[in-house]
């Protein structure tokens, strides 16, 4: 059974950091793409950020883009998302999904299945 | 960035009502579409992927249909666990989710 369980998630004070890590079990970790998904309180679903099984290649919405950075451990079958300059817009639970393979990225099957429980990050002073 | 508007963004319906909600893309998408249902407090679940598939394990009264810019989500026969936010998203280009549509108990 495929399991993501991710932590990390706290309290922090505007223009601080954070890192959230992401721990996989269940498949072969480093075949996979993964992202991470945002949901600010009562509103809908963001997403953050993506990275190839690989790691080498990523990709980050505008709204993070330069402040935070995606990565991951595939010998620990862990995805990292590390948050620097948080602002109160960034408050938020911040899902893992797993993505598409490295075979089935080269035909767009590139939905998310499944999410972790999500990890809640609070910007505040 | 492609953008993502569901319509309705709300509705209240019975049990064993057929329910429909629409997502419509700022372009062409092909078929590159996934819907998602979101229970309180729980992650995102997978119903609909490539627009009109569902995934392995979901109910049949579930179906997805469109391509281009247009798609629906149909549940044919609500039932009391139907009752959550549903949620559609393209991977045509990165991903983008709509705002979402909150089934609600009338």
């Known amino acids: 059974e495929v399991q993501l369980l991710e932590s990390g998630g706290g309290l922090v004070q505007p223009g601080g950091s954070l890192r959230l890590s992401c721990a996989a079990s269940g498949f072969t970790f480093s075949s996979y793409a993964m992202s991470w998904v945002r949901q600010a309180p009562g509103k809908g679903l963001e997403w953050v950020s993506a990275i190839s099984g690989s790691g080498g290649s990523t990709y980050y919405a505008d709204s993070v883009k330069g402040r935070f950075t995606i990565s991951r451990d595939n010998s620990k079958n862990t995805l990292y998302l590390q948050m620097n300059s948080l602002r109160a817009e960034d408050t938020a639970v911040y899902y893992c999904?797993?993505?598409?393979?490295?075979?089935?990225?080269?035909?767009?099957?590139?939905?998310?299945?499944?999410w972790g429980q999500g990890t809640l990050v609070t910007v505040s002073s | 960035a492609i953008r993502m508007t569901q319509s309705p963004s709300s509705l209240s319906a019975s049990t064993g009502d057929r329910v429909t909600i629409t997502c419509r893309a700022s372009q062409g998408i092909s078929s590159y579409l996934a819907w998602y249902q979101q229970k309180p407090g729980k992650a995102p679940k997978l119903l609909i992927y490539?627009?009109?598939t569902l995934q392995s394990g979901v109910p049949s009264r579930f179906s997805g249909s469109g391509s281009g810019t247009d798609f629906t989500l149909t549940i044919s026969c609500l039932q009391s666990e139907d009752f959550a936010t549903y949620y559609c998203q393209q991977y045509y280009s990165t991903w983008t989710f709509g705002q979402g549509t909150k089934v609600e108990i009338k």
């Open positions: 999904a797993k993505s598409c393979s490295s075979t089935s990225c080269y035909t767009g099957e590139n939905w998310f299945d499944p």
């Open positions: 490539a627009a009109s």
